[in-house]
């Protein structure tokens, strides 16, 4: 039961990745792909409807950690405090940079919110990646299960390590060129013409920033924390995630020339799923591994809630998240093809910049 | 200042009382906003669907707000509070959780259908959506409810050996007798602000004579929602959550009232000032016997008072939940006064010409706000000295590791962040409201006179 709401977060998290990780890779690429206010518009039409219900995947995941495993959720929140309060302020940031542009018809104005946009997103991709990179490395858990780490140390993967060291920094540059290259590619789905030439120019030319990062950190992960690579010992089906990756960044690099851009953006998605769930699947059952005492750790088994609880929480949890995909569903189709600078979406937004 | 426990208790304080000033409005007009619709679809008047879509526009703005100050809700209980988290995470995050995929999915999903779907998908979908934003939204608070209603009155659960409560009966954490009053009580003092500042744009309108027809029509709805809603929020829902106080927290009661000693027949406080040191109330103006009649149904019967109740079960901060509470029924008892004259107005078709009135409708809506905050502050208050009611003290909650240096440090940049907010906002409703529904499309309407919804005059 425990390892299956592992498996259940786990996938509300990459679920959140995947989805709000267009819409933060495209605020990354905003400024360099689109040109001037039709472009501009354009670009953020192509998130508009959906970037707040992407968000909610954050929030609902969010929710289920805390839901199956209270101890990690407490220590976890209250040890990265510092970068979780910034990702919140960038989070407001991010918002507000989307929704406010239109209400004002002046460039100044719009402007501001297009770079409170853009540097929000960028820096929310560096954090994630940090925090994934703070998660397998470990962090300095007394024998009570709690921490606290500061923003950084000296940089050194050591027992007292920061936020920030060259570890979690070099996966946050991972994460920044893979929601950029994420992101693009969204654009190339929405997108036609000028724009979207632009788009794939630049998903080309992260592509090879983002294969000669994904080597470096996974080589990284590997001398930063041995362990890592256990479980693919103990179950050698496990080796099917890695080839996944490897799989889906060659099937980019071909989508992207042969112009499918569908397919891109699926192997993005596939990337994206195959990283974190390989992640996943090479902690398992350690939630938050310590740097200190190793046995002060945070395992699925001391940090999970109540049997009961976890059993009926199935039960719903399988029924709202069957709804959410279903409304997901919907929603996706019914703004489903490329978006045109004629069509105006009508009501609120027809009018939003006046 | 490097007291932890105060900082973190002002962190949540401060960021919750803050982000509760967007959902208020948002839950109050969800339900407004699906009239218009309603009305548009059963008459096929376009002007009905103006109006929607202008509120749609204010509420958009509203829960743009309320999702960025809401995100740090949710974080908040593990980033400041995180031994509470341990302990009671058993049982609350099971509503937390809940909420995230039941309400916000519903209702961010509708939303985005809402805003930009009304000319691609036709006039029923769009119905459809609105109606969902507004199930979302009334949904989600319901869950948010169920939490706060346990940490007041905690159901449905056993402490395990760790200490840690841990849920055994879902049915009973979900239909907590305490939720479901202090819902619907939450939900209408909502109704009372989203019905208010409808009425208060409708007069700005009448007054300043623009818009005029919009005006009429939403003083119109924004009244009579008003008058229900405030009556709804004396009797049937603010009586019974009383009762509720006086069921469970009895030394909350005392405390709300001033009442430091037990005594049959108990006075209704209407004014006083607390005198905490000397144990009394002074300078009072009560109504003899009557908080025993309205807590009991019975002029004679005893009240306990503070003296029953060992110091340390005290609420700490005694002044404050008194006021707290006598300014959200003080205000509460002027909302019926002023909208039961405005609706007599409205009957007589006299109220679009009565401008005394339209001047008070006008400049009263920030009242809702302060009385939805300090009944608030009334729940939270009261709730003191406990987390969770007789089971975790607030001073035992909060984070180990974070240091008061880092809370204050935090508490000081969302400060900054909501101040600027607060301007960003209130800016942006000001454009909003001076564009008004008829501007809608660039131009001011044109509708003549007697193809107006409310010919002048016309009340009902």
């Known amino acids: 039961m425990e390892t299956l709401w592992f498996i259940l977060v786990a996938f509300m998290l990459v679920a959140y990745a995947a989805l709000d990780g267009f819409d933060l890779g495209v605020g990354i690429v905003h400024h360099f792909v689109a040109r001037g206010e039709d472009e501009r518009r354009l670009t953020l039409r192509a998130i508009g409807p959906v970037w707040d219900g992407n968000e909610v995947w954050l929030i609902a995941a969010a929710g289920a950690l805390f839901f199956a495993f209270p101890k990690l959720y407490a220590s976890s929140f209250s040890g990265f405090y510092l970068p979780l309060m910034i990702v919140l302020w960038l989070l407001m940031l991010r918002g507000m940079g989307v929704e406010l542009r239109g209400h004002v018809d002046d460039p100044l104005w719009r402007s501001f919110f297009d770079f409170i946009f853009s540097a929000a997103s960028l820096l929310l991709a560096v954090f994630y990646g940090a925090a994934v990179g703070n998660v397998v490395r470990g962090v300095p858990l007394n024998a009570e299960g709690y921490f606290f780490e500061a923003l950084w140390t000296d940089f050194r993967v050591g027992p007292a390590p920061g936020i920030l060291d060259w570890y979690t920094s070099l996966v946050g540059l991972l994460a920044f060129a893979t929601l950029t290259v994420h992101g693009a590619n969204w654009l190339l789905l929405k997108t036609e013409g000028e724009l979207q030439e632009r788009a794939r120019r630049v998903a080309q030319k992260c592509w090879w920033a983002l294969v000669s990062m994904t080597a470096s950190s996974l080589a990284a992960t590997v001398y930063v924390r041995p362990q890592v690579l256990d479980n693919f010992g103990r179950h050698a089906w496990g080796w099917v995630i890695p080839l996944a990756v490897a799989a889906s960044l060659i099937f980019m690099r071909y989508a992207h020339a042969r112009r499918r851009d569908a397919a891109a953006f699926f192997s993005s998605v596939v990337y994206i799923a195959g990283m974190l769930g390989g992640a996943a699947f090479a902690m398992h059952p350690h939630l938050l591994p310590a740097t200190t005492d190793p046995s002060y750790g945070l395992t699925i088994y001391n940090s999970r809630t109540g049997a009961y609880s976890l059993s009926v929480g199935l039960v719903w949890w399988l029924l709202g998240v069957a709804l959410a995909i279903g409304y997901f569903t919907f929603l996706y189709r019914s703004f489903r093809g490329k978006v045109r600078p004629e069509e105006g979406g009508g009501g609120y937004e027809a009018h939003a910049g006046d | ?460």
């Open chain 2, 1 to 460: 200042m490097d007291d932890a426990l105060t900082i973190h208790r002002l962190h949540f304080a401060f960021t919750i009382t803050y982000h509760y000033l967007f959902p208020q409005l948002t839950m109050g007009l969800a339900p407004l906003v699906v009239v218009f619709k309603s009305l548009a679809l059963w008459k096929g008047d376009e002007r009905y669907n103006r109006a929607a879509r202008f509120w749609a526009k204010i509420f958009a703005v509203n829960f743009l707000f309320g999702v960025v100050t809401g995100i740090p809700m949710e974080f908040q209980f593990g980033t400041n509070w995180a031994r509470f988290s341990q302990f009671s995470g058993g049982v609350i995050a099971t509503a937390l959780a809940m909420e995230g995929v039941f309400a916000f999915f519903l209702e961010s999903s509708f939303l985005g259908l809402f805003l930009f779907g009304e000319k691609r998908f036709g006039q029923r979908v769009h119905w459809l959506a609105a109606f969902m934003v507004f199930a979302g939204s009334w949904l989600s608070g319901y869950f948010i409810i169920v939490t706060d209603a346990w940490m007041q009155r905690p159901v449905g659960f056993e402490l395990a050996a760790d200490g840690t409560a841990h849920l055994v009966s879902f049915w009973a954490l979900l239909f907590n007798e305490w939720a479901f009053w202090q819902y619907v009580h939450n939900m209408g003092g909502a109704l009372v602000t989203g019905s208010f500042v409808m009425a208060a744009v409708g007069a700005f309108y009448l007054l300043s004579r623009r818009q005029e027809e919009y005006g009429r029509l939403f003083l119109k709805v924004g009244v009579t929602a008003a008058v229900a809603a405030s009556c709804f929020q004396l009797f049937p829902s603010g009586d019974r959550h009383g009762k509720l106080i006086a069921e469970h927290q009895p030394a909350t009661l005392a405390a709300m009232e001033c009442l430091f000693r037990t005594q049959p027949g108990a006075p209704l406080v209407l004014v006083g000032q607390p005198n905490v040191a000397e144990q009394k109330l002074d300078n009072p103006i009560h109504v003899p016997k009557a908080l025993s009649f309205l807590t009991y149904q019975h002029w004679e019967a005893e009240v306990k008072g503070l003296d029953a109740f060992p110091r340390d079960r005290w609420p700490d901060n005694i002044p404050l939940l008194y006021y707290s509470y006598h300014i959200m029924v003080g205000l509460g008892s002027i909302f019926i006064a002023v909208t039961s004259v405005a609706a007599f107005l409205l009957w007589r078709q006299r109220l679009y010409g009565a401008r005394w009135m339209l001047w008070i409708l006008m400049l009263s809506f920030p009242f809702p706000y302060i009385a939805n905050t300090a009944g608030w502050m009334t729940a939270e208050l009261g709730r003191q000295p406990w987390l969770a009611y007789g089971l975790m003290r607030t001073s035992e909650g909060f984070s180990p590791t974070v240091s008061s240096g880092n809370g204050l440090f935090t508490l000081i940049g969302f400060m900054g962040m909501y101040f600027v907010m607060g301007v960003l906002f209130l800016f942006l409703m000001w454009r909003e409201v001076g564009h008004g529904p008829g501007f809608l499309d660039g131009h001011e309407s044109k509708t003549p006179p007697s193809a107006r919804i409310l010919p002048e005059g016309a009340g009902a």
